[in-house]
């Protein structure tokens, strides 16, 4: 679901101006949050207001109103979650919004991280009644240790929720972030009739519409009618900002591309209240596509030779086409529909043919794209998450690390007649990453082991082993909780002691998997010298 972006009104060879324009333009993020704080709803309320789609839906909507495009698998619309990430690109004012929506549930963390190494910026999504939630703090982690600026929400101001003050004080003391609100709300949460602009000190208030499936209409009014419309809920809001002022103070552009501050505004996506003034921030406040560190740590300028990142691979969103895509960001120049650029971790030339913009199943052929945009190449086999591109200049960008995974499980066909399928099902979710696959001499190719975060991914794997793959599977659990990187010199010495096994994970990587901590403690200590490191990623949890 895209809208036409505008490119370059001619057809000459783009120049390094061109591009660093073009650059300039394009505003690339993601929304973060706990399961149900409204994330989906979100994503399309804001392209509701960019005049993407005409009709919002609901996750859990209505009767007659229908489910969010994002979400699209079968599982994602009975259980009203999302599962896997989608991409939509639109045009607002004279900017390319690129915005990635994805995952909120905690079992599937690892897509969220691998799309949060994509984006330049992120919304922090806030239940008004919740706070600031389990896994919301763990995707905060994420940004924060990437430097990724963060521009928070309190969405669902429209329903009973905590004291506005009080969430300021949980955001600052959770997260380090000196929130600096933007608007803030007049009514109490229950009771959202409209917002304070911080900046000029007018009221937006907001009419509903039904079932919040439109534009909600906006009307500005000066702070003197807006005492008179609003002669209970408008000083209380002014007694607040002022309040404010004294702690929060103004926001300084600086300090939040620095990671010291998050802008604030209040909104319930549901109705489309505040929806418009988020755009406007993340077009006004947040950065532009830069220069992008390679393995070496050096700065590919964004207008240096096309360059790009695989950050996420996904089949069977077409079942007519059986086909595989594998997203993109492009870090440096210019991409064109058909080039031919070499796939940097075999050398090998690959061909561009078919490359589309894609939200959900619907999709749109792209022919240009620029530093920030976010492109999906169809039947794209050769490429593996972490993979990179690029033309003339070699450069390769850093792996994209893996969470530690903490359930396991044996994986074995139901019908063995239907080998094939059940070896190219795995192999298929192993390259995209929706389950880690692990092997060893000790089971065999027939037992190979799902290794996951969340107990879900298991579902997921099932679901498409049968569906998708026709190959029905069923899972024998293993009793694993710990998972260490380990070497061949220190393998035999780890399985000498009951309640661990060492697995080969399908990048060569040696994890010792352990029963429990406790396990692992004993493992460590009588051996010091044992090869135990933990996963990245896993470090951020």
Not at 18 to 32: C, L, P, Q, S
Not at 362 to 372: F, H, M, Q, T, W
Request: hydrophobic letters at 40%; one cysteine or more.
């Amino acid at each position: 679901m895209t809208t036409s972006v505008p490119t370059r009104p001619d057809d000459a060879a783009p120049t390094s101006a061109d591009v660093v324009a073009e650059a300039a333009r394009r505003r690339t993020f993601a929304v973060i949050s706990h399961p149900d704080a409204g994330k989906s709803t979100l994503t399309e309320a804001l392209a509701l207001h960019a005049r993407v789609i005409g009709q919002a839906g609901a996750v859990h909507g209505k009767a007659g109103r229908r489910g969010t495009v994002s979400d699209w698998m079968d599982m994602e619309k009975a259980r009203g979650i999302s599962i896997t990430s989608a991409a939509l690109q639109f045009s607002y004012r004279d900017t390319v919004v690129n915005l990635l929506d994805t995952p909120g549930h905690a079992d599937f963390s690892e897509d969220t991280y691998r799309v949060l190494t994509a984006v330049d910026a992120a919304v922090m999504l806030i239940d008004a009644a919740k706070g600031l939630e389990a896994q919301t703090m763990k995707l905060f982690a994420v940004c924060r240790h990437r430097g990724i600026p963060v521009v928070t929400v309190v969405n669902k101001w429209d329903r009973p929720g905590k004291d506005a003050l009080a969430l300021m004080d949980e955001v600052a003391e959770r997260t380090g972030l000196t929130p600096t609100p933007l608007t803030w709300p007049v009514g109490i949460a229950g009771d959202f009739r409209g917002v304070l602009d911080r900046r000029d000190g007018s009221y937006r208030r907001y009419t509903r519409t039904a079932g919040g499936a439109t534009v909600a209409p906006e009307e500005v009014l000066p702070a003197p009618t807006a005492a008179a419309r609003e002669p209970d809920a408008w000083p209380q809001a002014v007694e607040e900002v002022d309040l404010l002022a004294a702690t929060a103070g103004e926001h300084d552009q600086d300090l939040f591309l620095s990671g010291v501050t998050t802008p604030v505004l209040f909104a319930s996506a549901v109705s489309n209240f505040g929806v418009g003034a988020l755009l406007d921030v993340l077009v006004d406040l947040a950065p532009a596509p830069a220069g992008r560190p390679d393995t070496d740590g050096v700065l590919r300028p964004v207008d240096a030779p096309f360059s790009a990142f695989v950050f996420k691979v996904q089949s069977g969103m077409d079942a007519a086409h059986r086909d595989r895509l594998a997203y993109i960001r492009i870090c440096s120049g210019v991409f064109e529909r058909g080039m031919v650029v070499t796939h940097g971790s075999t050398g090998r030339p690959f061909a561009t043919k078919y490359a589309q913009h894609v939200f959900g199943r619907e999709r749109e052929s792209i022919d240009v794209a620029y530093p920030g945009d976010v492109v999906g190449l169809v039947n794209a086999s050769a490429l593996h998450v972490g993979d990179t591109l690029y033309a003339q200049e070699p450069v390769t960008f850093p792996p994209l690390t893996t969470f530690a995974p903490e359930h396991f499980a044996v994986v074995r066909s139901l019908e063995t007649a239907k080998h094939k399928q059940f070896r190219r099902g795995i192999e298929q979710l192993e390259s995209e990453g929706v389950v880690q696959v692990l092997r060893s001499d000790r089971r065999g190719e027939q037992a190979p082991v799902f290794a996951v975060v969340g107990p879900m991914q298991f579902e997921v794997a099932t679901h498409r082993m049968e569906h998708e793959f026709h190959a029905p599977v069923q899972l024998e659990p293993l009793p694993y909780t710990l998972a260490m990187r380990t070497d061949e010199a220190s393998a035999p010495r780890i399985t000498a002691t009951s309640g661990t096994e060492v697995m080969q994970r399908s990048d060569g990587e040696l994890l010792a998997l352990f029963t429990t901590k406790w396990v692992m403690g004993i493992v460590r200590n009588g051996k010091p010298d044992l090869t135990l490191e933990p996963l990245v990623a896993a470090q951020l949890a």
